[in-house]
Structures are given as structure tokens and as C-alpha cells.
């Protein structure tokens, strides 16, 4: 495509294809167009280094002349501009490229000053500043590396499951009922009407778990809790996956370990210069990932961390960080599966363990020191089903199409949930999530 | 994965490996566990006919002998079961294999009637029923290949922009304010506030213009228009890009047609077989889609199909069909793009003509009767489209993160949204939006 601009306020002269970033390395000796955004501009006397900054990267293009300086008076940075140049390779250059002979065009101008500078190797700003102005903000090289990343998570995820035989699909996010029964949704004025907004596509899958056997879903889904944490926020993009005919769930552990092994051997190949960026290094894993009970994992903080938490019947964050300190010292390994939590504390889908019904089919998997999925057998008998709503105060009328999937035969089956940003969090260490999401929306931001 | 099933349902034996149908041809001679869902069954003396049905298509298997017969006895359509047998080639079975010396097992008992036969070629029940009973419905053969286009198509879509340089964002569903200003948004209760779901990505991809250049969104949108049509539901998948450092709209246009063609020979190539159970055939897309100016379309229709419509400023799902009626008669074409629609009737950020300010650098997609694509050039001059949202009455205080990106700097940029479900509508050929949408919602329909 040719993406040479013309027009009005172009010049005169037919200019050479535009060229971005990530490509300039084909182009060494050749006449092209960079365009982009000013990033940096450094005079030093009559010669000017001017960091030129693109969709995949920044580029130093080198500006001699009065006339050509004379365009860039009064530019600051952001200004949106074309660099016609011939690309030199220069080893002091970053990325051993330079652009030189340059001929520059304003075509966005920017006046105002920048809210804080993204020009900087680090960003200052606090957090609340940064997402306050984050349509500007996200321009950092560093917030473009993380999103970058961000984008090849989603699509390594896919990757692996496509291989797998698994059926993409796409969930209402309305809903006429709390997905799992529970508090923490928010309600929608639905033509005169209340419909609920989807805390997750786990009945959807599981239907669709009788049309395709195995599916996946990325998409946004909705919790109305009211916290305030660095790992929680209201909306994310939730990594969904549930296949039928398992043994139990181990077979949804087995896949689920080949799905992190493949997004990151997929980040580590593709997304190198971002991880390099941003001083990230990504786990091994080995075929398989460490796997304690709940109530070992108990024990072992009890024995090794010295806190009893054993008549407790979940884990909290300072538990799940001990573990996870405890399998890198035990095993190496940065991963923890944590299985066969109490059935109490698991919605009522959950399979229990025939051999110890206060138990599930259940597992979380940690990743350095935080649980990043949720998983487990589910029940697919529908009597055992229908006895299961009933236990955990569930009125059947509010699962009618649910129910039904189960009334025509469905098939042992599990899955498992992972929240794309908090993976990222993990990935990249950043201290919040509210780093690792685009927009983030919780109780006190609804923008931008 | 080893996929047997074991534990305490299971016989004493050691059962071969589960093969799917889809894998099957690379098994003949072997013996094999196949498992799926019983899809009918026809008795004939003391030997049966099973057609097992799994998540990737049919098979058959011969039962002999009492012993076998008698597992099925009062089995109804929708059991689950799990068959041994041996893989040989039968030219008159289904796919040209069978399944021999069968041992068969129920895994889950069906024993219910299902709400209208699924094992017939073709679905009985009016939309309607089909819909209140979508969870068992949807397993058809018919609607299993519908969705495995859609699966397909959203791939496809990634594929080449992913190809193209483009990065994949996930923006927030839940917004401080109405996207384009408009009415028809639904409310949600916030933590005691009134946020809006999102109407479209719009002002997102346009802001992450400004950080990646490049951009494309896979998610759902939300529509609160009280319309009961067979083209338009409550929420659908859209697809979404945005791009910078255009020309004008016609490089939108160009990518496009890309887009298009890669989905079309995509699932030419990867879906043949449901492609061929649905009777569809794909559309040929040259190089370029025809176009024509929408005041030029007008005139089509005046001439050619004698309504004067010329004097209006949008084009009615009848002139549509005309137009397609017309493309397809002058140039073989079963897809046209109408470009330059009214500056009126297009919203506030969309580009006006430089030259024929009262028309805009907009363009719709037309495919075989129906517009399927939305999409021109944005303006990208803070003080232009400041003129904008005082010409469109729209306060810019709602727009506050949207405007500081276009303070600091936008390039020339353009996109397009393309509704997921309705494009495999017109793919499909169906007659109504709601049989290629998996759980449509619609003003009646919250449930499945």
C-alpha cells in the first residue's frame, strides 16, 4: 500500500515509500520516508540528532542545514513529522541505523507541553498522573513494549489452542443472571428490563462444550467487586478454555501447562527487544509444572513459614507468595500448581474428588508469588448437578439453558480461566495491574 | 494427552487412545476409542447403524452381537458414549470410513425427548424454538459448521493484520460517557455512578493510533437500539481497525479488500467441508472492489430502478440490495464500496472532503445486499475537530481523554468496523442475524 501522503499540504517533489521502523534494516543506502512522531531532538551547533519514534520503534535521523532546522523551530515533542533521509548504518546509532541527508516536514503540529516527559528512559509520574493521561502517556517506548507483549500473549494463546483442535467463540456479555449465582455484578438497564453484565463465559463454554468438545474465548469480563488492590480491577480480558471427554483435571492441567509454555517460547522468540526493553526475563518451564494439594500447601507453610493456617479453607495472597518462594527453592521452578481445594470455597460447578467429597477436581496455578488461573473438573452429571444448585442455595430457574446442555448428555469435562493483564503483570513485575491494562477501569475510574 | 477415560466408571481393560473423527483417516487398520455423542441409531435385525457424533463431525460405527445392542437399549439421541472399535475403509459410510468389532459405553445416560430432532439434514424448529433451546440446538451439524466459519472468520481477520503490522488492543466495554455522543447506550450502575457500555472502540483505536499506528480489536459491542430487524441485535462481535499515516480513506479501502479477500480464501481453504455441507459458495474478489460515490448511487438508482431517492442523505436497506443487484450485473461484483456519504449523516469525527466539504472521505462495504463494513478517514487536527463537536452539539468535556491525544500530536488516520455475525450472515446466506449469532440478545431475548 502506498501510505505516502499527498494532497494539500504536501510538497512539490514525488517522495520515496514510507518505510517504519521495524523494516528500515532492508533499506541501508536507499532514499526513503520515515514518518512518526518527534520523540527527542538533541542541537548540538548546526547539526541536530532528532529520535524520530514509529509504531514498531524510534529511529535517529541526523538534521543539518539552516532550512531544514528552521522547520523544527518551534516543534516540540509529539509533533507528528516525515523525515525524508537515505538509512547509513552508524554503530553509535540505536539499532545501528541512522537516517541522513534529511529533508523534514511538519505534518502534525504540537504546541502545548507535555503533561510529563515520555521521552525519558523511565517514566516519573505516579501512577494516578500516568493514568490520567495515559492517551499520551502509553507512548512510552516502555508502555509500548508492554502492550506489544500484551498482544502477543493474546495471540499465543489462540496459537496453541487452534493446534489443539479447540473451537473459537464469542459469549453474550449480558446476561439475564448472575453468572455463578453470586453478589458482585452490575446490573444493566436492559430495555425496562435488568440484565446483569457477565462475571465470566463459564456456563457459555461449558454449553458449548456439547456443540464443539473443546473451545476457548478471549474477551472482557465484568466483577463488581468493590476492592481495592494492586491485583484486582472491574474489567479484564479473561483467557477462557473448556474441553470435554478428560479423565479429570489433570488432563485440563496438561494443557494448560502446554498453553504458558507456548506463550512464552512464542514471547521469548517474537518479543525479544520488548522483554530486553524492559529488563524482563521469562520463566522455564519444565513438562511439568510442581503440583501440591490445598492441604499440603497448608502444612507447608505451617512447617517451612511457620504461620497455621491449616484450619483455614482458602489461601491468601501472603500464603500464595510463600509457596511459590517455597517451589523456586524446592523445585526451581517459578510455577506452583495448588489442587483439590475445599469444595466450599469452589462455585458449584465444581467437580468434587470421589475419594474425598470435601475436595475438588480444582486447581490454581501460581506464577512468582500470585495465582494467574483458575481451573478444575466440572460436574456434568445432571442429577449431581441439580443437587449442587440446591446446596449452594442456587434456584434452577435461573439456569434453564445451562441446565438443559446437561439434561442432553454432556461429557466429563474442565477449563480453566487466566486474566490476560494479571499474566502480563507477572510476566513483566510490574506492582499493579492498573500497569498492565490499557485502560483500566476500577471503583474510582471510569476514564479515560 | 491421554484423553481414556478411566477411574471408577471405567471397565477393567485398557482402552486403546481416543481418536476424533477429524483424526481418523490416519488410523485405518488400528484399533481406536472414538467418544462423541450418539446422533442416531438405525436397527436393522441384529446389526446397528451408529452415527456418533463429536466435536468435529460425524462417524459411523457397526454394532453386532446381543451384548452390545443391549448397552444401548434405551438410549436416546444425546447419550454420551465412548466406542472401541477398529478404523476400516467403507466407501458407503459417512467420510468413507467405519468403525468395526465396536465395543460400545455409555458415559453419560440421556433419557429425556429433545425439544425437536437434531439428527435430521435440516433444522425443523422456527427460530423462535431454536433459540429458547440453543444449548442442544446448536449442536446440529449445521450450526457446528455455521460457528466453525465463525471461529474461522475471526482468525482469518487477526491473520492479516497481524501480517500487516498491526497490534491487537482490548479497551474498556465500560465507559464514563456515550462513544459518539449518541442516545441508544445502555446504563450501568457503577459503584453508585452511571457509566455506558461501549457502543464501539471508536475513540479507543483512535487514541492508540497515536501509540502503535496500527491497531485491530476482536470484542463485543453494545447497541441499545430498539429495533427488531432481521440485520441488527443488542450486541455483536466487532471487528475494528485503525491505522495512521494514510492518504485519505482509500487507503482504508485498500486494506480492506485485503482483509476481505484473506478471509474469503481462508476459509475457502480450511473450511471446504462446512462451507460444502452448507450449500455456500464464496464470493471472487479482484484486486479492487468496484466503487461508487454515494450521490452517484443515487443517481444508479434513479435510472436504473426508477425510485428518485436523490434528494435524501442515507441509502435504505432497499437501496442496497439495488446497488449490490446493479455491482453484480455491470461488474460481476458481488461486493461494492459506496464512498463519500453526506457529512450529516456520518459522526463527528469522520473526515470531510477537502473539496466537497458537504460529503466526507467515508465509505461503506456493501456485500450481497447488505452493508457489512462502516469505515473513512478520521479527522486528525485538534482545532478541526474541536469545530466538530460544536457543529455536533457534543460537549467536549466528555471527550477530555480523547482530545489530549489529538493535542499531542495525531497523524492522518482512518478504519473501519465490520460486524462479525453479520458478515457470516451474508457468507451463509442466512435470513436473519440471529441464526449466525451463538446466544443473540435482542429486546426479548436475554436468555440462553
Not at 455463578?180 to 462444550?209: C, D, H, R
Amino acid at each position: 500500500m502506498n501510505q505516502a501522503m499527498d494532497g494539500a499540504a504536501s510538497s512539490a517533489a514525488p517522495r520515496p515509500p514510507r518505510v517504519q521502523t521495524r523494516q528500515a534494516a532492508e533499506h541501508v543506502g536507499e532514499r526513503v520516508t520515515m514518518a512518526g512522531w518527534l520523540h527527542r531532538l538533541r542541537r548540538l551547533g548546526g547539526i541536530s540528532f532528532l529520535l524520530l519514534r514509529d509504531g514498531s520503534g524510534l529511529f535517529q535521523a541526523v538534521i543539518e542545514g539552516d532550512r531544514q532546522l528552521a522547520v523544527l523551530q518551534d516543534a516540540q515533542p509529539e509533533t507528528v513529522i516525515e523525515v525524508e533521509g537515505t538509512v547509513v548504518t552508524e554503530t553509535q546509532a540505536p539499532g545501528g541505523l541512522e537516517l541522513h541527508d534529511c529533508q523534514v516536514r511538519v505534518i502534525t503540529p504540537v504546541t502545548e507541553t507535555l503533561p510529563f516527559e515520555i521521552n525519558k528512559k523511565v517514566l516519573k509520574p505516579g501512577l494516578d498522573v500516568f493514568l490520567d493521561h495515559a492517551p499520551v502517556g502509553l507512548r512510552h517506548p516502555q508502555k509500548q513494549a508492554t502492550f506489544r507483549l500484551f498482544s502477543g500473549l493474546l495471540a499465543a494463546f489462540r496459537e496453541h489452542l487452534t493446534g489443539e483442535g479447540f473451537t473459537e467463540i464469542q459469549t453474550p456479555k449480558l446476561v439475564g443472571m448472575a453468572t455463578e449465582g453470586g453478589a458482585n455484578v452490575f446490573p444493566v438497564s436492559y430495555f425496562g428490563q435488568t440484565a446483569y453484565l457477565a462475571q465470566s463465559p463459564q456456563l457459555y463454554k461449558q454449553i458449548m462444550v456439547g456443540v464443539f468438545e473443546r473451545v476457548f474465548e478471549v474477551g472482557p469480563v465484568f466483577r463488581a467487586e468493590p476492592h481495592s488492590t494492586t491485583r484486582h480491577i472491574n474489567q479484564y480480558t479473561s483467557l477462557d478454555v473448556e474441553m470435554g471427554f478428560i479423565r479429570d483435571h489433570r488432563d485440563v492441567m496438561e494443557l494448560l501447562t502446554g498453553v504458558v509454555c507456548h506463550i512464552f517460547a512464542a514471547l521469548g522468540e517474537r518479543c525479544a527487544q520488548d522483554l530486553e526493553s524492559l529488563g524482563v526475563s521469562l520463566p522455564t518451564v519444565g513438562q511439568t509444572i510442581p503440583r501440591v494439594k490445598f492441604r499440603e500447601a497448608q502444612q507447608i507453610i505451617h512447617d517451612q513459614f511457620g504461620e497455621d493456617c491449616r484450619s483455614e479453607d482458602d489461601l491468601s495472597p501472603q500464603h500464595e507468595r510463600w509457596l511459590c518462594q517455597w517451589a523456586r527453592e524446592a523445585f526451581g521452578s517459578e510455577l506452583l500448581f495448588v489442587t483439590h481445594y475445599p469444595t466450599g470455597k469452589r462455585p458449584f460447578y465444581t467437580m468434587p474428588d470421589p475419594d474425598d467429597p470435601d475436595h475438588t477436581h480444582s486447581f490454581d496455578l501460581l506464577f512468582r508469588g500470585t495465582e494467574i488461573v483458575t481451573g478444575g473438573q466440572r460436574v456434568h452429571l445432571y442429577a449431581q448437578l441439580m443437587s449442587h444448585l440446591e446446596r449452594w442455595n442456587l434456584d434452577p430457574e435461573g439456569f434453564v439453558g445451562y441446565l438443559e446442555a446437561f439434561r442432553y448428555g454432556m461429557p466429563p469435562h474442565g477449563g480453566f480461566g487466566m486474566g490476560a493483564e494479571r499474566l502480563l503483570q507477572m510476566i513483566v513485575g510490574a506492582a499493579n495491574l492498573r500497569e498492565t491494562t490499557l485502560f483500566p477501569r476500577d471503583m474510582k475510574r471510569l476514564s479515560p
